[in-house]
């Protein structure tokens, strides 16, 4: 059973950082990509940032230059490092694993998904 646990969410200013992490179980993380997908009020869920297996990123462009994803294969996990946040970055954050090694920001190749952790901020 797979299973993605996301933490360190939580409510901060405008221009400060968070580094949200996402644990992993029940897959074979290291042949995997992984992603940060998010959800605003009121919004649809949108791609935030992948990893594949092999290091390789891709980053929305509304995040690029702010955040980074990257992942620890012996820990299996996956970080999302967010620096400069703006208040249209609150949002819950999901940590999402896509069982075929090639990377996507189509949210419909994402089997699972976790349940999700709020970032919120206050400008």
């Known amino acids: 059973q797979v299973q993605l646990v996301e933490s360190g969410g939580g409510l901060v200013q405008a221009g400060a950082s968070l580094r949200l992490s996402c644990v992993a179980s029940g897959l074979t993380f290291s042949a995997n990509t992984m992603a940060w997908l998010r959800q605003a009020p009121g919004k649809g869920r949108e791609f935030v940032a992948a990893?594949?297996?092999?290091?390789?990123?891709h980053h929305a462009d509304s995040v690029k230059g702010r955040f980074t994803i990257s992942r620890d294969n012996t820990k299996n996990t996956v970080y999302l490092q967010m620096n400069s946040l703006k208040s249209q970055d609150t949002a819950v954050y999901y940590c999402?694993?896509?069982?075929?090694?090639?990377?996507?920001?189509?949210?419909?190749?994402?089997?699972?998904w976790g349940q999700g952790t709020q970032v919120t901020v206050s400008s």
């Open positions: 990893s594949s297996w092999s290091g390789e990123t």
């Open positions: 999402a694993a896509k069982m075929t090694p090639r990377m996507s920001s189509d949210l419909r190749e994402y089997e699972y």
